[in-house]
């Protein structure tokens, strides 16, 4: 269940990609583009394998090495595309949520300003906005890979039943990691970016009240406070390292072992006559 809360900041997040839907339509259509030629290339390196190398047709091999060629060309441009509207939407969503940010301050009662550290709204408008910016800067590669991920599998199933069938079954081991490790990842980080506003908070009134605490000889009290909170940041952020230096080796070790399987396999359904080399490459490099 979705705490109101989040729900609004749900909202407010669409909000903004309506307002900014030139760019967030930009960016996902070259996002698009890069993935259609992520799998377009390895087919045409499969038809140059099998139609010009293996079915020895020499006419072939030009055209289709410039085929290959000109998709590489047409990602390279998606790639370009798609980093350049998606930073351009997250830049511009990113300093019209700071002008929001300051406004809704100024309007807020005495009474909120009262309990509330300076520090913390500091952060709020600063590092915790940083991270809104990379929700909208990933967006539209996030898209394009999932789209890519569907596509992929159906591809290599339709070239091998029994090759995509063993691939299909890394995916259930896949999510089931990916979900362990958003379990714990998420709590860590979102307590890391609260110290790292409170840290804030200890700082910015410590050198707001530089004169009373230099009267008073409170130097070596606000040390500390800052100390502790700094701390309480390295000991939390250390957690968020150890979890990630435990799953990422997992993922990275998921896909070679697939690998392994299938050019074992896949080798021996070739020698067997059931696969060709190019869909071989095809399936090798979908993988």
Known sequence: MIDPGTRRGIRLLFSLLVGYRR????STVSAFVWMVMVIVGPYLTKLVIDRAIEGDRRELLFPLVGAVLAAGVIKALGVGGRRYFAF????RAETDLRNRIFEHI???EFTYHDETPTGELMSRASSDLSQVRLVYAM?????A???????VVAVMLSIDVTLGAIVSLAIPLLLYIANTYARRVIDIATDVQQ????NTAVIAEAIGGIRVVKSYGQEAQETAKVHLAA????????ELIKNRAIFIPLFELVAPLATAVILGMGGLRVIEGALTPGEFYQFAEYM
């Open 106 to 108: 100024q309007r807020l």
């Open 231 to 238: 701390i309480g940041i390295y000991e939390r952020s250390m």
């Open 145 to 151: 890979n999932v789209a890519m991920f569907v596509v």
């Open 23 to 26: 760019e967030a339509i930009l």
């Open 88 to 91: 351009l939407l997250s830049y």
């Open 139 to 143: 967006l539209p590669i996030t898209i």
């Open 195 to 198: 110290k790292l506003a409170d």
